[in-house]
């Protein structure tokens, strides 16, 4: 099942769900694991360039996802009416907060004029640069939202995991295969 239906999500928005979030808290372990890194440790060049490269992946995925989801059905929110209406809130912080991650690591990373190297396969242009404190300020934009963007997946998890042993929904199960 390629497309969204009333009763589940097709495949392409499950596949981009999971590489997100494998992506978000890989990022986030990479992120902060980078911090402690000295000037001659081996990764202290090669994990920004992963971090930068998967984060530019990610925001890539997130667009597409973001765009999929506008052009398709989406599948009947299950819980109580204020249940459905903190889905839909935290659904919408979610991306936000991604995309406010992802922004203030661009502005961070170009900050000094220089593109962002994808993997060596291609170079996103620097299109803001040179503004001042632009990589102060959005370095601390990027980790005090990426702080709280894995505090809220927390919730979301946790909140899968609710419905699916406590209320005995299929909100889980349809996120990790198709129904028809």
């Known amino acids: 099942?390629?497309?969204n239906s009333r009763r589940g999500w097709g495949w392409p928005v499950?596949?981009?769900?999971w590489?997100?979030?494998?992506?978000?808290?890989?990022?986030?372990?990479?992120?902060?694991?980078?911090?402690?890194?000295?000037?001659?440790?081996?990764?202290?060049?090669?994990?920004p360039w992963w971090h930068r490269s998967v984060g530019v992946i990610l925001l890539v995925l997130t667009l597409v996802r973001l765009a999929w989801r506008w052009s398709q059905?989406?599948?009947?929110?299950?819980?109580?009416?204020?249940?459905?209406?903190?889905a839909l809130v935290g659904h919408v912080l979610l991306y936000v907060l991604m995309l406010v991650v992802m922004i203030s690591g661009y502005l961070i990373s170009t900050a000094d004029g220089r593109g962002i190297k994808v993997f060596d396969l291609f170079e996103v242009p620097a299109v803001i640069s040179g503004l001042k404190g632009q990589a102060s300020l959005a370095g601390e934009v990027?980790?005090?939202?990426?702080?709280?963007?894995?505090?809220?997946?927390l919730g979301h998890a946790a909140a899968a995991f609710k419905h699916h042993l406590l209320d005995g929904q299929d909100t889980l199960r349809r996120m990790i295969r198709p129904l028809r």
């Open 1 to 3: 099942m390629w497309r």
């Open 14 to 17: 499950i596949v981009m769900h």
């Open 19 to 47: 590489l997100s979030a494998l992506a978000i808290v890989g990022l986030f372990a990479l992120g902060w694991w980078m911090t402690s890194l000295g000037y001659y440790d081996a990764w202290y060049q090669l994990g």
């Open 73 to 86: 059905t989406t599948p009947q929110a299950h819980g109580t009416r204020n249940e459905q209406r903190a």
């Open 142 to 153: 990027h980790w005090y939202a990426a702080c709280v963007l894995i505090i809220l997946s």
